[in-house]
């Protein structure tokens, strides 16, 4: 039977394949370290689990609730926006609450989207950068992924040879996957270039406040009338480590996130009532359990690229975001991402993201999450030191196991 027209646009799933060699291995009994998808293993802070219990209780809240947030919450983000940024949001026209970050930008690009549009979009990236727009009829033009002297003549670029001219340019900053930070003067570079191109920009900062090296990661919108052209998405997943509770933001230009909203009405009724007060509960804290979140993950960050440098596998230290963004080693660079993923899970019993599926650019890394505790990336990098050095000298002679099932 013929896929249907959308279906037909998506590549296979890439992450699928390495979930598949997972399940296979353990129900031999293999015990994989899942370093692989960005789902943290900490748990939601007390304070903000016992909100959600004291809140649930009420009857009254288990109506339907807001689809575009309840006040609080919207307060409680601008709230934040103003400390952390000193960015001044309207709660009731410049914010609206999402169903995590990945929904709001697959839900803008419902809201924007017209087919044929170009969107400039970094490669490698986060798949729902360009996926969002292809299942909405956009074309997605490719860039650079690193925010540098490079990444204002590749819009140039991206400009002059897009027809129609591009509608919107995606950013994301602590990116996910690579790690890369930009600086305020390179938003500030890129926000002009919008204006004056009448581009809308639409940021990602899910991982504002992962950082390690002392200096907090910049908002687009502190750059001076970019809230003219942009939007930018938040999340409360790995800042709160509430991924399953599915709250994150979107803010920003009003006739934007007034698209945004109109999408949502007919989509959704908005996050449990609950979640939604716990959430404001979080956003309004004093931020220790924010500090705590990311001092763990600095931690093991460190244990991370130095147990694995000693194992022969060197791998940059991350400014920020839960992930490292890893150089295949040389020897099995040719085999690119996917396999060598394999190969980790049958060989080292280690499941890490393959490159490719962010973009055909990241074929030669692979994504390692810091989702295991300091002892159990210890016992990764052993089991990868034992890999690397019986296979790293016949890497073509060794071959995942599935190739012969």
């Not at 929904?103 to 809201?111: H, K, R, S, V």
């Not at 340019?169 to 600086?183: E, G, Q």
């Not at 090296?213 to 003219?228: E, F, T």
Request: glycine fraction near 8%; aromatic fraction near 8%; charged fraction near 20%.
């Amino acid at each position: 039977m013929e896929e249907f027209h959308k279906v037909r646009r998506l590549p296979p799933y890439v992450f699928e394949q390495v979930n598949r060699l997972k399940a296979s291995a353990r129900s031999r009994g293999a015990d994989i370290i899942d370093l692989g998808m960005g789902n943290p293993d900490l748990p939601t802070p007390k304070a903000i689990v016992d909100k959600l219990c004291e809140v649930v209780r009420d009857p009254r809240t288990h109506r339907y609730s807001s689809s575009r947030g309840i006040p609080g919450l919207r307060r409680a983000q601008a709230a934040y926006y103003g400390r952390r940024f000193g960015v001044k949001l309207n709660p009731d026209t410049q914010v609206v609450a999402t169903l995590g970050s990945k929904e709001g930008f697959a839900n803008m690009a419902q809201a924007i989207t017209a087919p044929g549009d170009v969107i400039l979009c970094p490669n490698p990236t986060y798949p729902i950068h360009a996926f969002g727009f292809i299942m909405s009829g956009g074309v997605i033009r490719s860039l650079q992924v690193e925010p540098d002297d490079g990444f204002i003549p590749a819009l140039e670029r991206g400009v002059k040879h897009s027809i129609p001219k591009p509608l919107a340019l995606i950013l994301n900053y602590p990116s996910n996957p690579t790690a890369l930070v930009a600086s305020l003067d390179f938003y500030k570079d890129v926000v002009a270039f919008a204006k004056k191109n009448d581009i809308i920009i639409l940021s990602d900062l899910a991982y504002s406040e992962i950082y390690f090296d002392g200096n907090p990661p910049p908002s687009v919108l502190q750059v001076p009338g970019a809230i003219d052209v942009c939007v930018e998405f938040t999340s409360m997943s790995k800042t709160f480590s509430m991924p399953g509770w599915r709250m994150g933001f979107a803010v920003g230009n009003e006739r934007l996130i007034s698209a945004l909203t109109r999408v949502k009405s007919y989509l959704d009724y908005g996050a449990f009532t609950p979640i939604q007060v716990a959430a404001a509960h979080a956003l309004n804290g004093d931020g220790a359990d924010v500090a705590e979140v990311r001092d763990i993950y600095h931690k093991r960050r460190d244990v991370m690229v130095d147990a694995f440098g000693r194992a022969g596998w060197t791998i940059p230290a991350p400014a920020a975001s839960m992930f490292a963004w890893a150089p295949i080693p040389e020897p099995f660079r040719h085999l690119g991402s996917l396999e060598f993923s394999k190969l980790l899970i049958e060989h080292a019993d280690v499941a890490v993201a393959p490159g490719v599926g962010f973009g055909e650019h990241g074929d030669e890394f692979v994504r390692v999450a810091l989702v295991e505790n300091e002892h159990r990336i210890r016992q990764a990098a052993r089991n990868i030191k034992r890999f690397l050095s019986t296979s790293a000298k016949q890497p073509n002679n060794v071959v995942p196991l599935s190739a012969h099932r």
